[in-house]
Nanobody
Framework: QVQLVESGGGLVQAGGSLRLSCAAS????????MAWFRQAPGKEREFVAL????????YYADSVEGRFTISRDNAQNTGYLQMNSLTLEDTAVYYC?????????????????WGQGTQVTVSS
């Protein structure tokens, strides 16, 4: 198993940037695919970005393509989400997730392990 803890959320003005981190402990982070999801108030959880265990596959939601970058440092057991050009619509709780190698995709049920979430609030 792996335990995930997100950090780096906060309040930022529209157009600004934030970098979220996902610290993993337990089983080696390098043996999991990782993803970021988010959930805005009153909305369902939605996929944001994914990155394969070895870093050779990435995929982004259309709404964040070109603005967000997912990355990972397996040696440090940490994943990241760099968020640039933030808009009001990016306000949400952001969750890091980890899933078994061999099952990769945008569906939340492909990921077995989740962090507690970190709040990102974008103000005008």
């Amino acid at each position: 198993q792996v335990q995930l803890v997100e950090s780096g959320g906060g309040l930022v003005q529209a157009g600004g940037s934030l970098r979220l981190s996902c610290a993993a402990s337990g089983r080696a982070f390098s043996t999991y695919n990782m993803a970021w999801f988010r959930q805005a108030p009153g909305k369902e959880r939605e996929f944001v970005a994914l990155l394969s265990y070895n870093g050779d596959r990435t995929y982004y939601a259309d709404s964040v393509e070109g603005r967000f970058t997912i990355s990972r440092d397996n040696a440090q057991n940490t994943g990241y989400l760099q968020m640039n050009s933030l808009t009001l619509e990016d306000t949400a709780v952001y969750y890091c997730a980890a899933g078994e190698i061999g099952l990769i995709g945008t569906a939340a049920d492909l990921y077995d392990y989740w962090g507690q979430g970190t709040q990102v609030t974008v103000s005008s």
